[in-house]
Nanobody, 123 residues
């Protein structure tokens, strides 16, 4: 099993910033696993926001967040951060930390999910 501990959600005005963090632990955490964030909203459904490989050397972003969001990783403690800048109302969603192989993450089927944290952007 893998335990994912998320924090950092909240409410912010348009143009504001938030940082999400997710710490992963557990005996099933593999070096082949990527970590990242999906989000889900009634308007858009579920989408992959950003993911980063185990070593933290490569990242992938959804087109909708490129240039505004940055994902990073502290390898020593398996913690991933999502710095979200210039937030827009359409970024409002529940953000879920996730862990899994890269193709599974892209397909929306990671091995493990966090409990989710709500991000609300007011206009």
């Amino acid at each position: 099993q893998v335990q994912l501990s998320e924090s950092g959600g909240g409410m912010v005005q348009t143009g504001g910033s938030l940082r999400l963090s997710c710490a992963a632990s557990g005996p099933s955490l593999m070096e082949s696993f990527a970590m990242g964030w999906h989000r889900q909203s009634p308007a858009k459904g579920r989408e992959l926001v950003a993911m980063i490989n185990y070593s933290g050397s490569r990242a992938l972003y959804a087109d909708s967040v490129k240039g505004r969001f940055t994902i990073s990783k502290e390898v020593s403690n398996n913690t991933v951060y999502l710095q979200m800048n210039n937030l827009q109302p359409e970024d409002t969603a529940v953000y879920y930390c996730a862990v899994g192989h890269g193709p599974d993450m892209v397909a929306g089927s990671p091995h493990f999910w966090g409990q989710g944290t709500l991000v609300t952007v007011s206009s």
